[in-house]
């Protein structure tokens, strides 16, 4: 009888494992690659700050294929800590907000690149002198690497990012009643450096589709998953759109403009994290934008309380409408006014 159902536990077996290979083998053949440089990126960026253990990423499924051709990007990026630089001269050089944009038409591609450099926010002369520069500069792009580079952020936005979910570690208890220590658990991991990731893609069909993400904070293990395409994204159109050091410097096209405009009021420059951001979108909003920005600037002029960053924000929106609009209620007669009498002249003009 042993013999005969020790026979009949290697048949079931045998059975069993037969059926998981042929599962195995269809799987094989139905799954997505695995693995491309797309996604090696975003593994990359999760790993670069261990949230390896927390995150894993796959490829976009093969329905992205399906999608209409992308044939535009706008891009916006930063870090909140970089330093502010100047030259002998005293004007800025450091560089605090990038904003991109690359569009492809036919045979042609032209990208556009406007740089935020701050400099000195103390000055108390009059006219003021501005506390930052707006440096852009438009040039020709061949239109095959562009499309390359757009189908490929495009990849990075749709790749599956995914938390990995881990049945808990087995209960600890420690028997060494002389020992008062415990079992210690990890702690979300994270840095001082904050960025912010910002990417929009416009799909051409017969009904176009804009593909997009944001993300702004702290980059962590924790967080990173939330993260890893926007700054993958990004990535991918810097390294293919890099600013020619022959390019010289221009007034944006109204592209750009528009784009900018766009952000402005639809970015969550309020939620947290952004703070750094809002503040300087709105120094960035004197040099580029649309009239629509007006009356967002304007908001700014009443600040939601008497705290540094609330009134940091009314002294900038101050300077973007002075350089926007020429109209400049900081001074009066050669006199450089308190900023709240400033913001109060242009409110009630």
């Known amino acids: 009888m042993s013999t005969a159902r020790n026979r009949r536990r290697r048949v079931v077996l045998a059975t069993a494992l037969a059926s998981l290979a042929a599962l195995g083998g269809a799987a094989e053949e139905t ?33 992205i294929a399906e999608r209409g051709q992308p044939v535009e990007a706008t891009w916006l990026t930063g870090s909140g800590h970089a330093w502010v630089a100047l030259s002998s001269d005293g004007k800025p050089i450091g560089a605090h907000l ?24 103390e000055d108390t002369s009059c006219p003021p002198a501005p506390s930052s520069l707006v440096d852009c500069a438009t040039w020709d792009v061949p239109a095959d690497t562009a499309r390359a580079a757009l189908l490929a952020a495009r990849a990075a936005l749709f790749a ?13 208890e420690s028997l060494d009643e002389d020992w008062a220590g415990g079992v210690s658990g990890s702690v979300d991991g ?4 904050d960025l912010v990731a910002v990417a929009n893609l416009v799909e051409a069909s017969e009904h176009p589709m804009r593909v997009s993400e944001e993300w702004a904070g702290y980059a962590s293990s924790g967080e990173v998953g939330h993260y890893a395409r926007a700054d993958a994204a990004t990535n ?19 592209a750009l403009h528009a784009e900018f405009s766009r952000l402005f009021t639809t970015l969550p420059l309020d939620a947290q994290y952004w703070w750094w951001v809002r503040e300087r979108m709105i120094l960035m909003a004197g040099a580029v934008g649309t009239p629509a920005d007006l009356p967002q600037l304007k908001k700014y002029l009443s600040p939601k309380s008497n705290y540094v960053g609330e009134t940091r924000i009314r002294d900038y929106a101050l300077e973007a409408l002075a350089r926007r609009t020429g109209r400049d209620t900081r001074c009066d007669n050669g006199h450089r006014l308190k900023a709240a009498a400033a913001a109060s002249a242009w409110l009630h003009r």
């Open 236 to 254: 991918i159109l810097n390294d293919a759109f890099d600013r020619p050091k022959d390019a010289q410097a221009s007034p944006p096209p109204p």
């Open 98 to 121: 990038w904003l991109s944009h690359v569009k492809v038409d036919g045979d042609l591609a032209v990208a556009t690149e406007c740089v935020l450099r701050l400099g000195e926010d």
């Open 190 to 193: 994270g840095t001082t450096a």
């Open 31 to 63: 799954a997505p690659p695995q693995s491309d440089t797309v996604t090696d990126r975003i593994r990359a960026i999760i790993r670069r700050v261990g949230g390896d253990s927390r995150w894993g990423a796959d490829p976009a499924a093969e329905e």
């Open 160 to 172: 599956r990012v995914y938390e990995k979910k881990y049945v808990p570690d087995p209960r600890e």
